[in-house]
């Protein structure tokens, strides 16, 4: 059972979805590359290789449908993963 919080009951059934399907590291790492991290920066903060975020970013970029950061970043602020 997915508990929703208050900010995903407003977003669509295919959005709720797309928020279950991240995983928390992928979160993380958007979050992270949305505060201006660079990968190498990422890798550094999580103790991880740089291959490993992209890796983490690739995916993630598959689960919210998009092609690039610019994408990504716009998608995350629709989901609320990340606030203006």
């Known amino acids: 059972m997915i508990d929703l919080s208050t900010e995903q009951v407003a977003l669509s059934l295919n959005d709720q979805e797309v928020l279950s399907r991240l995983t928390e590291r992928e979160r993380e790492i ?33 689960k919210l449908g998009v092609s690039n950061r610019f994408q990504a970043f716009k998608r995350a602020l629709q989901l609320g993963i990340i606030s203006s």
């Open 30 to 62: 958007l979050r992270l590359i949305f505060d201006g991290k660079c990968s190498n920066e990422v890798a550094s903060i999580l103790c991880v290789s740089k291959r490993t975020v992209d890796f983490h970013l690739a995916r993630a970029y598959v």
